[in-house]
T-cell receptor, first 114, second 112 residues
Framework: AQTVTQSQPEMSVQEAETVTLSCTYD???????LFWYKQPPSRQMILVIR??????QNATENRFSVNFQKAAKSFSLKISDSQLGDAAMYFC???????????FGKGTKLTVNP | DTAVSQTPKYLVTQMGNDKSIKCEQN?????MYWYKQDSKKFLKIMFS???????INETVPNRFSPKSPDKAHLNLHINSLELGDSAVYFC???????????FGPGTRLTVL
């Protein structure tokens, strides 16, 4: 079964600084998708970014970018110019079409200090 | 213009009761899901439906029964509630079975 590991239960960053959240996953498949979701205190699960495994180019959404290393099975999220509103739990997730299941990591709680 | 909505947002009930959570999406998606987020924030899929057909049924007690009256709705009925059922339940939807999933606001269920 596929597993997703987020090794940092908590991280903190100063406002306007850059922070990187780590994620590794285990799979024997070659075609899959990876996601980062954000869950602020409001509890809403918000899609941050999506990466297709067949694409070599790293996905970017405004201040959010990923470093996708397929061979290393690593998918880290970089948040640039951190803002107070970025404070949230961040979940890395893996999806493979064969199983049709979105598998989540245990999350990283990000605190942004003013 | 809510995309995926759930009712109620909070549900407090006694052990042994039966309760339902409703989910509706106005995105025109074909696939809908139920997830459970436990007290440690771990999210796990429970069920998925595609065009009203059950696709995924994880190892979930029989007391949990999903029902999809149409493509836009997926309800979750829970019988004989137990303390361990206390959690946040999320509904999600996606355009197809292999597309990005979009989540509802969650329903916090507390069983006393």
């Amino acid at each position: 079964a596929q597993t997703v590991t987020q090794s940092q239960p908590e991280m903190s960053v100063q406002e306007a600084e850059t922070v990187t959240l780590s994620c590794t996953y285990d799979t024997s498949e070659s075609d899959y998708y990876l996601f980062w979701y954000k869950q602020p205190p409001s509890r809403q699960m918000i899609l941050v970014i999506r990466q297709e495994a067949y694409k070599q180019q790293n996905a970017t959404e405004n201040r959010f970018s990923v470093n996708f290393q397929k061979a290393a099975k690593s998918f880290s999220l970089k948040i640039s110019d951190s803002q107070l509103g970025d404070a949230a739990m961040y979940f890395c997730a893996y999806f493979q079409g064969g199983s049709e299941k979105l598998v989540f990591g245990k999350g990283t709680k990000l605190t942004v200090n003013p | 213009d809510t995309a995926v909505s759930q009712t109620p947002k909070y549900l407090v009930t006694q052990m042994g009761n039966d309760k339902s959570i409703k989910c509706e999406q106005n995105l025109g998606h074909d696939t809908m899901y139920w997830y459970k987020q436990d007290s440690k924030k771990f999210l796990k899929i429970m069920f998925s439906y595609n065009n009203k057909e059950l696709i995924i049924n994880e190892t979930v007690p029989n007391r949990f029964s999903p029902k999809s009256p149409d493509k836009a709705h997926l309800n979750l009925h829970i019988n004989s509630l137990e303390l361990g059922d206390s959690a946040v339940y999320f509904c999600a939807s996606s355009h197809s079975r292999v597309d990005t999933q979009y989540f509802g606001p969650g329903t916090r269920l507390t069983v006393l």
